[in-house]
C-alpha cells in the first residue's frame, strides 16, 4: 500500500468545525482526474467547512496513480492513496476507515453529480440530524439525465430493496455520499462487498441498525464512460442481497453503533413519559395476523398444514416490512424457530375436518399467546419501530 502523504492536510476554512474527508476512488482515470480535483476545489472555496480530497486509487495501468500524486504534490488539501487490493468498495473503506475527518463523504470521479448538492448532503451530517447521508436520483424534485438502460435497471434494483427489506432509501447506488465517521466505523467492518454493492450492504446494515439515513435529490448527468459491467454487477448484486438478508435473518447484521436520545430541546420542557405500549407492534400484530390468515386458505389447497403454517409465517411477515424488519424480530433461531414450532403444534392439534379457518385461527390464537407470555415474563421485546409479525 503507498501513501503520498502520511500526514493528512485538512484545509482549515473554519477552526473548531467538522471537518469533512471527500474520497474520489478511481480506476484508470487518466482522462478525468485533473478536471475532477480543480473543479472540486474551486468549489470548495466557498465551503464553509474544513475540507480534504483524497484520491483512492486501485488497480489502476494508465497514468491515474502518476496524476494523483502531481495533484497532491502541487494542491493544499489534496491526499492520494494507493491499494493493494481491489474494487470500488475496498478503496472507499479503506479511505473512510482510516480518514481524520469527522466526516467521510465520497463522490464519482466524473461528478456526474451537481455540485451544489455536495453542501446540503454535508450539512444534514455536519448538524448531528442524520448519521448516514445520500444523493438520490429517485425522488421527487431530482433531475436525471441517463440511458434508458440504466434508468429501468437502477429503478428495478431500487424497488426490489424497497419491497424485499423494507429499504427506507429510495437509491442505493448514487456515487455521492456522507456519512460521521465514528458512527459509520463499525459498519464498514461489517460491510463484506468489495466492488459495487459495497454501498447497499452498507444502507441496509445503517437502516437495519436504526440510523438516520438522509436523502438529497440530486441533479445527475450521466458520464457515459463507464467501469460498470452491468450483468455481472448485477449478478453480484443480487447475490449479495442473499447474503444480507441471510445474515439478517440470523440475527448477524446487528452491530453496536452510538446514537444518542433525543431530549428535550426547550429548557423548561415538561416530557411525555416514554410509552410503554407502542403502537406500531400492536398495529403491526393485527395486520400480521390478518395477512397470515389470508396467506394460509389458499396454501393449504395444496399443502399440508406444517408446510402452509411455515409458508403464511413467512409471507406475512416480508409483506409486513421485507427481509430487514421482519429479520429484526423473526430471527430465525432465537424467535422463528419457537413461533414456527408452537403454531405448526396448534395448526396439528385442529381436526383436518374444521378446515383451514379454524387451523389458522389455532395458529393466530398461539401467537397471541406467546405474545401474552413475552409480555408477562418481561422476554426481549421488539424496538418500537420494527414491526413484525408474532415478535413478541
Ligand atoms: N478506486 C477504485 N475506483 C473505482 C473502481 N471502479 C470504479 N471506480 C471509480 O468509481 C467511480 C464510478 O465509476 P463509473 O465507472 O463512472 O461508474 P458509473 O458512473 O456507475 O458508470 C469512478 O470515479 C471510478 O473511477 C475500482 O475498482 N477502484
Ligand atoms: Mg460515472
Redesign the pocket.
Known amino acids: 500500500m503507498a501513501d503520498m502523504r502520511a500526514e493528512s492536510t485538512i484545509v482549515d476554512a473554519a477552526a473548531g468545525q467538522a471537518s469533512v474527508d471527500i474520497v474520489?476512488?478511481?480506476?484508470?482515470?487518466e482522462r478525468a482526474l485533473a478536471g475532477c480535483v480543480r473543479t472540486l476545489i474551486a468549489h470548495l472555496r466557498a465551503f464553509p467547512l474544513p475540507w480534504r480530497i483524497t484520491i483512492?486509487?486501485?488497480?489502476s495501468t494508465d497514468g491515474t496513480w502518476r496524476i494523483a500524486t502531481e495533484l497532491a504534490g502541487e494542491l493544499a488539501g489534496v491526499h492520494a492513496r494507493r491499494l493493494d487490493i481491489?474494487?470500488?468498495g475496498?478503496?472507499l473503506r479503506a479511505a473512510w476507515q482510516d480518514s481524520p475527518a469527522d466526516i467521510v463523504a465520497y463522490m464519482?470521479?466524473?461528478l456526474?453529480t451537481d455540485l451544489d448538492a455536495l453542501f446540503p448532503l454535508v450539512a444534514s451530517v455536519a448538524s448531528g440530524h442524520s448519521e448516514i447521508a445520500v444523493g438520490t436520483r429517485l425522488a421527487p424534485g431530482a433531475r436525471t439525465r441517463r440511458s434508458l438502460r440504466r434508468e429501468i435497471i437502477s429503478r428495478g434494483y431500487n424497488l426490489l430493496l424497497r419491497l424485499g427489506f423494507g429499504a427506507g432509501f429510495s437509491d442505493a447506488?448514487c456515487?455521492f455520499k456522507a456519512a460521521r465517521t465514528a458512527v459509520v466505523r463499525p459498519l464498514l467492518a461489517r460491510v463484506r462487498d468489495d466492488?459495487w454493492f459495497f454501498d447497499t450492504e452498507l444502507l441496509l446494515l445503517a437502516e437495519h441498525n436504526g440510523l438516520r439515513v438522509h436523502e438529497v435529490p440530486v441533479d445527475w448527468i450521466?458520464?457515459v464512460?463507464?467501469?460498470?459491467r452491468i450483468l455481472r454487477t448485477a449478478l453480484d448484486d443480487l447475490r449479495g442481497l442473499a447474503r444480507v438478508a441471510w445474515s439478517m435473518l440470523r440475527g448477524r447484521a446487528r452491530v453496536a453503533v452510538s446514537r444518542p436520545e433525543p431530549t428535550p430541546t426547550h429548557p423548561d420542557a415538561r416530557p411525555a413519559r416514554p410509552r410503554r405500549v407502542s403502537l406500531t407492534p400492536l398495529l403491526a400484530g393485527v395486520l400480521g395476523c390478518l395477512l397470515y390468515t389470508l396467506a394460509y386458505q389458499p396454501l393449504r389447497q395444496s399443502w399440508a398444514p406444517a408446510a402452509a403454517n411455515l409458508g403464511a409465517l413467512v409471507l406475512a411477515g416480508l409483506a409486513l416490512g421485507g427481509v430487514r424488519r421482519a429479520a429484526g424480530q423473526l430471527q430465525l433461531v432465537t424467535r422463528f424457530g419457537p413461533v414456527c414450532a408452537l403454531t405448526t403444534t396448534a395448526v396439528l392439534a385442529v381436526p383436518v375436518t374444521a378446515g383451514p379457518y379454524a387451523e389458522a385461527g389455532a395458529a393466530v390464537a398461539m401467537c397471541c399467546l406467546i405474545t401474552l407470555i413475552r409480555r408477562v415474563t418481561g422476554g426481549r421485546g421488539a424496538q418500537p419501530s420494527s414491526p413484525a409479525l408474532l415478535s413478541r
Open positions: 474520489v476512488p478511481v480506476l484508470n482515470e483512492v486509487d486501485n488497480g481491489r474494487g470500488r475496498a478503496a464519482d470521479v466524473d456526474s447506488q456515487g466492488g450521466e458520464d464512460d463507464s467501469r460498470v
